[in-house]
């Protein structure tokens, strides 16, 4: 019936997949499958093995489902066209349902609960009424009983209730809640709180659920229809998931949307609260087929589940925290031990105003107390690396920062853009120093360990190559010519005598620096090389090639390559070396930053797994591993994170660096109370999307 694979168990046992999920209390759940049935998984702990037992049937196919908060009351509507209402309760064997009352549908509504939302305390039912509207209705001991018909809203594709904050899950009862009409908590039983609701064409509303029922605007819109919705336990915050990819997050009690979360490759078809509303579990469909922990705060996958064989289908979070049951169009129910025991960036942390657009690159200072960033804003930032704060910001470029470089002495920084031009600027002041023409879009840069020259690679049908420039009279000494291809990456060896490029045409072309003479060439049947680097010692060459990560030794006559690490689902973007040459950081476009531990010795062609160490919510096109504190940064979307690297044990890991790090004690602590609601309040006219400004995340 289960299977336990160390910090999870998977649970088999039905006929079709969970199409609902709900935690009754700390020990048991509620399912509902798509061919009606209503199932009880009692589950104490992942290690003990979960006991199923079969409550009830509707005897006909599910087309939604809905419940209280925790599933003291569960609805189940058919295609059939006949409503179900169970009352669920703790019996002699363990959870029992027991049949409250069946209502047919209106044929002049045509399956009119095809989208169903209940009240937190299930004395309330919504559905769609005819044109656009919703009709509201009194869940009585045996019937339904029609209340009134709330003109304005178009038929929408999800439904959903907040809850008022009273459980123990929730906040405490000192805090406030966003609550229908009130502005101090009222108790279930007076009120049904607001009503969200989602439709076709992507828009979020949400409605207070008062005796006005008074109408709130637009609070965001998907770029397509949504699909899934959530309400915090904490009653104010809104998660919905749409058919675009996206979630986004909006404030109910501040009326604005907060956050904006993308990574999902397919539809977002579930969503979960943990219980302190801190994190959020994100499932996607069919061709994604992952379940990502987000910390909200800092936007940030802190967790990926990757284990199930088809899309999500539902996902429910123990009133605990410590455990999430995902459920698959794969039959199975999977139950995951969900300790995080680091979590990115405390969240009373301050987060600091960064770039405007993508961060392409990030490079330590050589004393490490500095980090520069370029971005595609046409800006590069100077900021202080122990507090995260700007100190500078270089202008002057008018095309994109593809990558910046400290000179090995700390003076100077090189900047690369897509205008046709390397400039230097003074790190301390941002005062220009030098422009290095070439005409064409310039990818690339390195400033070669001894200081004296700088390599640039260019982008171009005409002029693409890779160029020497002597960094004291900014003259151009050599030009390099590539077969064919754009040059995307260029690396020093630790001692300057060798230069290596990657281009798109899947080549690496090795040169001796001081004679512009092709020491070694690399090339593959296809595929672009995004990156490559020298080891800091030593004659080892690493690239990114295609979705693996690949070692040449450039002192060896051998054009194949040494290692071979694989596990990335999508091309890999960057890689660097560790300060000590035995160990390797890679990012790619799924999104992922992975290490790879380097045996000493050569030869080993076998595939070796790199250890999953983080996901971001957008791909990581820059890393850099500072020499000496053995702190990484990554760059993604619009802002920097820095993660600590910890070797040995068991494995070796990512973790966001130790002046952040909040363990999952402190990250269940109660939030600061929230001010209660204007009754009087109107709701916003619109809710617009936050600008894609950077957020430096200095951890």
């Not at 940030?300 to 169009?329: D, F, K, M, Q």
């Not at 004393?367 to 520069?372: E, I, K, N, P």
């Not at 971001?616 to 760059?635: E, I, M």
């Not at 002046?659 to 999952?664: D, I, L, N, P």
Request: charged letters at 15%.
């Amino acid at each position: 019936m289960s299977q336990f694979l160390g910090d999870s168990r998977t649970v088999n046992g039905f006929d079709d997949w969970i199409t609902f999920s709900c935690w009754y209390n700390p020990s048991a759940l509620v399912l509902v499958t798509s061919d009606g049935k209503l199932f009880a998984l009692h589950c104490t702990s992942i290690e003990a093995d979960p006991q199923l037992i079969e409550m009830a049937s509707v005897g006909s196919s599910v087309l939604a489902v809905a419940a209280t908060p925790t599933a003291s009351r569960v609805c189940i509507s058919t295609v059939a066209g006949v409503l179900h209402v169970f009352d669920v309760s703790v019996g002699e064997f363990g959870l029992e349902a027991s049949a409250v009352l069946q209502h047919e549908s209106d044929s002049a509504h045509g399956n009119q609960f095809a989208v169903i939302a209940l009240s937190a305390n299930g004395q309330r039912l919504t559905c769609p009424g005819l044109g656009a509207s919703i009709i509201e209705w009194s869940v009585g001991p045996a019937h339904l009983s029609q209340l009134r018909t709330i003109e304005g809203i178009s038929r929408p594709t999800v439904l959903q209730y907040n809850a008022p904050a009273t459980r123990a899950s929730s906040r405490p009862s000192s805090h406030s809640t966003a609550s229908a009409g009130s502005g101090s908590l009222r108790s279930p039983a007076s009120s049904t709180g607001l009503l969200a609701y989602g439709s076709e064409d992507g828009c979020v509303m949400v409605w207070r659920m008062d005796s006005s029922a008074r109408r709130g605007d637009l609070a965001h819109r998907h770029g397509d229809a949504v699909a899934c919705i959530a309400w915090s336990p904490c009653g104010t915050l809104l998660a919905t998931g749409s058919r675009d990819h996206t979630v986004i997050i909006y404030d109910a009690l501040a009326r604005k949307t907060i956050s904006h979360l993308h990574g999902a490759t397919d539809w977002v078809s579930a969503l979960a609260w943990d219980p302190r509303s801190h994190f959020l579990a994100v499932g996607a469909f069919q061709s994604d087929r992952r379940v990502c922990v987000w910390h909200v705060t800092s936007q940030v996958i802190v967790r990926t589940l990757t284990s199930h064989g088809g899309g999500i289908t539902a996902l429910a979070w123990s009133s605990t925290g410590e455990i999430l049951l995902s459920a698959s169009t794969d039959i199975a129910v999977r139950v995951t031990d969900m300790a995080i025991d680091a979590v990115p960036g405390d969240v009373s942390a301050p987060l600091i105003d960064g770039h405007d657009d993508n961060v392409r690159s990030v490079c330590w200072s050589p004393d490490g107390s500095t980090l520069v960033s370029g971005a595609d804003d046409n800006t590069a930032r100077v900021w202080n690396a122990a507090t995260g704060e700007l100190q500078l910001t270089l202008t002057g470029c008018t095309g994109w920062v593809n990558a910046v470089d400290f000179s090995p002495d700390g003076k100077i920084v090189a900047c690369a853009s897509g205008d046709g031009t390397v400039k230097l600027f003074n790190p301390d002041k941002g005062t220009p120093l030098a422009v290095l023409q070439h005409g064409d879009w310039v990818q690339t840069l390195a400033w070669s360990p001894n200081g004296a020259d700088i390599a640039t690679g260019t982008l171009s049908d005409q002029r693409a190559g890779v160029f020497l420039w002597d960094a004291a009279t900014h003259q151009l000494r050599h030009r390099l010519d590539v077969p064919s291809g754009y040059v995307n990456t260029v690396s020093w060896s630790h001692d300057s005598t060798l230069l290596a490029c990657g281009t798109d045409d899947a080549a690496i072309v090795v040169w001796d620096a001081r004679t512009g003479q092709q020491h070694r060439k690399y090339s593959g049947a296809t595929g672009s090389v995004r990156s490559i680097a020298f080891a800091p010692a030593g004659s080892r060459l690493a690239c990114a090639w295609e979705a693996s990560v690949r070692i040449f030794d450039t002192e060896e006559a051998l054009v194949v390559a040494t290692h071979v690490f694989e596990g990335h689902r999508s091309s890999v973007l960057c890689v660097v070396w560790s300060p000590a040459g035995d160990l390797l950081l890679s990012s790619a476009m799924d999104r992922s930053i992975r290490i790879w531990a380097v045996p000493s010795t050569m030869g080993q062609l076998a595939p070796q797994q790199g250890t999953p160490a983080f996901e971001l919510d957008s791909p990581v096109y820059g890393l850099a591993w500072h020499a000496t504190s053995g702190v990484c940064c990554a760059c993604a979307s619009g802002r920097i994170v820095q993660l600590g690297v910890v070797t040995g044990g068991r494995a070796n890991q990512l973790t966001w660096n130790k002046s952040f790090r909040q363990t999952r004690k402190a990250a269940r602590a109660a939030p600061a109370p929230l001010p209660p609601i204007d009754e009087d309040a109107e709701l916003p006219k619109s809710s617009a999307a936050p600008t894609n400004s950077a957020v430096c995340a200095i951890l």
